[in-house]
């Protein structure tokens, strides 16, 4: 007998095939935004990054509270307030979240997407290594290879190019140490991000009125189109880590693992073809070299997926 005896006629395989659709349009528009961030903060440059960053800490927590509301998990916001380490975990990814928004925030706003772009392609690798450090993982001959490459693109540069990539190397290493916290506290991808947004809330809300009260606050003293643009931050800063957390749950790892190149490489595209931001031979070398990196690391995560099958 062929086919599907369930109710509706639905295969097993169909209802896979189905999630993954759904997982790669989730993960394309999770990348997809985060590609495109550096447009949204050059549109938005006149409003200092400290300001900026605390618009997209108080509105991230009005739009992330609505969805959180909407779906009936205030139980589990009230659960994770109550558990005394989890909070304390949590402060410590909101510094490390929040300081890298910043950071890529004052990068673009002073013309270092490429720098931004670098940061996000070695992300990746410096998983890996936090990986060895802390978990005790071992790496394969072919991830120690894309190491080394990894490492030798961004030694160059610090070297030879004269041209440090501090930028590059401070957001890879706190976006990477606040994936490895998050791992270690067992709350979910929007209940998480909403307490850490309001941890900080107070302050960045005290600083938005204390701009008010001086007179030097943007939001409010333009037009209504930039203000609802300032206020879309909270949206722009939710809706791809919501993306990305049901794309997630819906995609293998190593599926995941291509995707997450679109962002840098739509940063790189947006720093060199459209900002005009300098691409010299050193960052040839670079970029080539990590591009390396991340060849050997995909086909050496792909090989070990289908080994362990």
Not at 32 to 39: M, N, S
Not at 132 to 143: A, D, H, I, N, T
Not at 246 to 264: D, E, H, N, S, V
Not at 279 to 306: N, P, Q
Request: hydrophobic letters at 55%; glycine letters at 10%; a positive charge.
């Amino acid at each position: 007998m062929t086919g599907d005896s369930r109710p509706g006629g639905t295969s097993p395989a169909t209802g896979l095939n189905r999630e993954a659709a759904i997982g790669s349009l989730c993960a394309i528009a999770a990348f997809g935004v985060w590609g495109v961030l550096p447009a949204y903060f050059k549109t938005t440059a006149i409003v200092q990054p400290w300001e900026i960053m605390s618009h997209r800490i108080v509105w991230s927590v009005l739009a992330v509270g609505s969805v959180i509301l909407i779906m009936g998990r205030t139980k589990d916001i009230a659960a994770v307030l109550m558990d005394k380490q989890s909070m304390r975990w949590l402060f410590l990814s909101a510094t490390l979240l929040y300081g890298n928004f910043i950071l890529f925030i004052w990068a673009v706003a002073n013309g270092h997407i490429l720098q931004g772009s670098l940061g996000y392609y070695i992300n990746p690798i410096v998983n890996v290594v936090l990986g060895v450090v802390f978990l005790r993982e071992r790496l394969s001959p072919g991830q120690w290879v894309a190491v080394a490459l990894a490492v030798s693109g961004v030694g160059y540069m610090a070297i030879l190019g004269g041209n440090p990539p501090w930028i590059a190397v401070s957001l890879a290493l706190m976006f990477g140490f606040y994936g490895y916290v998050r791992k270690t506290v067992p709350v979910g991808a929007a209940v998480g991000f909403f307490i850490e947004s309001l941890l900080f809330a107070p302050l960045a809300l005290g600083y938005l009125l204390f701009l008010d009260y001086q007179g030097i606050g943007i939001f409010g003293t333009t037009t209504l189109s930039f203000d609802l643009l300032i206020m879309a931050s909270g949206v722009i800063t939710a809706a791809p880590l919501i993306f990305f957390t049901m794309a997630a749950k819906r995609l293998r790892y190593a599926t995941l693992g291509f995707f997450q190149y679109m962002a840098p490489t739509m940063q790189f595209i947006l720093a060199v073809a459209v900002y005009g931001e300098a691409f010299t031979d050193a960052h040839k070398v670079t970029f080539a070299l990590i591009w390396c990196a991340l060849a050997v690391y995909s086909f050496e995560t792909v090989r070990m997926g289908r080994k362990r099958k």
